[in-house]
């Protein structure tokens, strides 16, 4: 017995557009692959081997993200060297002229404009801030860590305090011009010297704290990512500047004042050692930071490469499929134009 299949305008139509939904989702992903050059989905592609993959890409995000916060580091630290270089080399400068005024007449009015503009441009680079921190206030940040010396500040109440209760008159008064130089070597020894010292430094001058920023730089390496304005050479000079800014040296004996003189000599030579020993500190974690995210970037090259072996796909192949695709998607669409202009009633 014989059968009769029976073809109809529904079943080729259907067909067709069965056709024509598939090709579409194939075109969809040989297209993604032909522009992106890897697998459109890599999982389904990889199978067992994607563990692999994700270990890889998760390494080379890792090294990626690293780069990125060594810049920053980097940034933060170039900002610091130049604050530390500038303030040596007007420290050295301050030097000479201190000298030079050691022994002059009017050496008080000739050092005074200029310890006072140091002294301002000591709390202003120290206060100095990078992409929203302050890179002088240790691990508080988002805190000015220096504060102005100024009438009302409590740095400047308190240096007053101590000189009137150390002289029983203010630094304004006629009565300085009395003061001998015993009392003034007493006053700075063992009164004023502890004003630049902890814990009077940390209450009337600085809110930075001593501990300093970290900052991973490599998978084995961290580093400490700045530094405190309580380091002691910022802490002489701001001494330093302070006596012959604010203790009426101009109206001083000329002996009471080269005491004051001698003094600050021995505290800027101190914090000029200081900061290039700091400077030298601060340069070579800076080399380290470039070592390491030269390595990094090998690194990610080197991670890569190896993804790409396992996510790359042949390109030309790819566009063979989508020039191929396209083609058997315009010939279903035509065809399915075709059938649906068939109808029996043409045939009546």
Same mark, same amino acid.
């Given at each position: 017995?014989?059968?009769?299949?029976?073809?109809?305008t529904l079943?080729?139509?259907?067909?067709?557009?069965s056709?024509?939904?598939?090709?579409?989702?194939?075109?969809?992903?040989?297209?993604k *692959?032909?522009?992106?050059?890897?697998?459109?989905?890599?999982?389904l &592609?990889?199978g067992? $081997?994607?563990?692999r993959?994700?270990?890889?890409?998760? &390494?080379?995000?890792?090294?990626d993200?690293?780069v /990125?916060?060594? &810049?920053?580091?980097?940034?933060?630290?170039?900002?610091?060297?130049?604050?530390?270089?500038q303030?040596?080399?007007?420290?050295?400068?301050? @030097?000479k002229n201190?000298?030079?005024?050691r /022994?002059?007449?009017?050496?008080?009015?000739?050092?005074?404009?200029s310890?006072?503009a140091?002294?301002?441009d000591?709390?202003?680079?120290?206060?100095?801030?990078?992409?929203?921190?302050? @890179?002088f $206030?240790?691990?508080d940040?988002?805190?000015?860590? %220096?504060?102005?010396?100024a009438?009302?500040?409590a740095?400047?109440?308190?240096?007053?305090?101590d000189?009137?209760?150390?002289?029983?008159?203010? #630094?304004?008064?006629?009565?300085?011009?009395?003061?001998?130089?015993?009392?003034?070597?007493?006053? @700075?020894?063992?009164?004023?010297?502890? *004003?630049?010292?902890?814990?009077?430094?940390?209450?009337?001058?600085?809110?930075?704290t001593?501990?300093?920023?970290?900052?991973?730089?490599s998978t084995?390496?961290v580093? /400490?990512?700045? %530094?405190?304005?309580? #380091?002691?050479?910022?802490?002489?000079?701001?001494?330093?500047y302070?006596?012959l800014? /604010?203790?009426g040296n101009?109206?001083?004996?000329?002996?009471?004042?080269?005491?004051?003189?001698d003094?600050?000599?021995?505290?800027?030579?101190?914090?000029?050692?200081?900061?290039?020993?700091l400077?030298?500190?601060? $340069?070579?974690?800076?080399?380290r %930071?470039?070592?390491?995210?030269?390595?990094?970037?090998?690194?990610?090259?080197?991670?890569?490469?190896?993804? %790409?072996?396992? *996510?790359?796909?042949?390109?030309?192949?790819?566009?063979?499929?989508v020039?191929?695709? #396209?083609?058997q998607?315009?010939?279903? @669409?035509?065809?399915?134009?075709?059938?649906q202009?068939?109808?029996?009633i043409?045939?009546?």
């Open positions: 017995m014989m059968s009769a299949n029976y073809i109809s079943m080729l139509s259907s067909a067709l557009r056709s024509i939904t598939n090709n579409q989702a194939a075109l969809s992903k040989a297209s *692959e032909a522009t992106t050059g890897r697998f459109a989905d890599v999982g &592609e990889l067992t $081997g994607t563990g993959d994700v270990s890889l890409r998760s &390494e080379f995000n890792f090294a993200q690293l /990125d916060t060594n &810049e920053l580091v980097a940034g933060r630290l170039d900002v610091t060297q130049n604050r530390i270089t303030l040596g080399k007007t420290a050295s400068e301050f @030097l201190l000298i030079a005024a /022994d002059a007449d009017s050496g008080a009015k000739i050092i005074l404009p310890a006072s140091n002294l301002q000591l709390i202003g680079a120290l206060n100095v801030s990078y992409n929203g921190a302050y @890179l $206030g240790g691990i940040t988002q805190t000015v860590p %220096v504060t102005n010396y009438a009302g500040s740095s400047k109440n308190q240096v007053d305090a000189f009137l209760a150390s002289f029983g008159f203010p #630094q304004s008064s006629a009565s300085v011009s009395t003061i001998t130089p015993a009392q003034m070597q007493n006053f @700075l020894d063992n009164t004023l010297d502890t *004003e630049f010292a902890s814990p009077a430094w940390n209450a009337n001058w600085s809110s930075a001593d501990q300093t920023l970290s900052s991973r730089i084995t390496e580093v /400490d990512s700045s %530094v405190s304005a309580n #380091q002691p050479g910022f802490r002489k000079l701001a001494e330093a302070t006596m800014t /604010d203790l101009t109206s001083l004996s000329k002996d009471t004042f080269q005491v004051v003189v003094k600050a000599i021995s505290l800027v030579g101190g914090a000029i050692n200081d900061l290039a020993v400077g030298g500190t601060v $340069g070579s974690i800076q080399q %930071v470039t070592g390491a995210t030269e390595k990094l970037k090998i690194q990610k090259d080197i991670l890569n490469d190896q993804i %790409v072996k396992l *996510e790359a796909v042949d390109p030309t192949e790819a566009s063979v499929r020039n191929t695709l #396209q083609t998607i315009q010939t279903a @669409l035509a065809l399915t134009s075709q059938l202009k068939i109808s029996l043409n045939y009546l």
